[in-house]
């Protein structure tokens, strides 16, 4: 059953306090945001080694970029998660239930990725971060379920996404959106939101690249867990039809 206004924007607020406490406490810590923002920028280059089909797809291209770096990119989020705190009466009552979920959904993944990342950090410690030893980290965080989790938000954002692109008028919306959400010092909201809608209407349809996305990252996920040499190997490899 889909979520009303109401549920959404509860959700929404729930899982923007808990992020920003997590990255308040984080920043409380000396050298803990310059580890996060370096174990950012090593994922999101793992990223773009694991899709180099996506990213050449010229169909693919702009979503890939929206997940890899404005999902789980080496960026502070604080600015956004600040903006929507102190628009979400506005934002209840200009979008629609849909898109409030889509944004709580964004805000969820990121407030488990954001948990993910201090228990991989506090597991590999004072160690350089490469292959070998973020293998070792992961494994030793024996958070399967939370991991499997976080993939499967992959779909349900990307889903989300993508059926806001059906939604009448939602666009004209935030298009609407952008030029007082620029003066009232909310850019950052306002491009999430934008970038996001504007790259799915574009894909014409999801189905193929979030399937590419999460069948690599589960099997990525599972031989990490196992234990197998070299996990990282072979995950580039075309998926069926994405290089149409």
């Known amino acids: 059953m889909a979520e009303t206004k109401a549920q959404a924007a509860t959700r929404l607020q729930t899982h923007l306090e808990a992020v920003s406490r997590r990255r308040a406490g984080t920043l409380a810590v000396p050298g ?13 280059d793992r990223l773009a080694r694991t899709y180099p089909d996506l990213l050449a797809h010229p169909r693919y291209n702009a979503p890939a970029r929206f997940f890899f770096e404005e999902l789980y990119g080496p960026k502070d989020f604080s600015q956004r998660d600040a903006d929507v705190l102190r628009i979400l009466p506005k934002m209840r009552a200009l979008l629609p239930a849909a898109a409030l979920s889509t944004i709580a959904d964004a805000i969820e993944l990121d407030s488990l990725s954001e948990t993910l990342d201090a228990a991989l950090l506090a597991e590999l410690g004072a160690v350089p971060l490469n292959e070998a030893t973020y293998a070792r980290a992961y494994r030793a965080c024996n958070n399967r379920e939370l991991r499997a989790r976080q993939i499967e938000f992959v779909t ?39 970038t996001g809608f504007s790259t799915f209407k574009k894909m014409g349809g999801a189905d193929e690249f979030l399937g590419t996305i999460v069948g690599r990252e589960t099997v990525l996920m599972n031989r990490l867990f196992e234990g197998v040499s070299d996990p990282f190997a072979g995950l580039a490899a075309p998926a069926p039809g994405a290089a149409r």
């Open 156 to 194: 349900t954002t990307g889903a989300d996404l993508d059926a806001l692109t059906r939604i009448p008028l939602l666009e004209s919306t935030i298009r609407l959106m952008g030029a007082p959400a620029r003066l009232a010092g909310l850019a950052s909201l306002h491009d999430f939101l934008a």
């Open 32 to 44: 803990a945001r310059a580890a996060v923002m370096a174990l950012r920028r090593w994922q999101s």
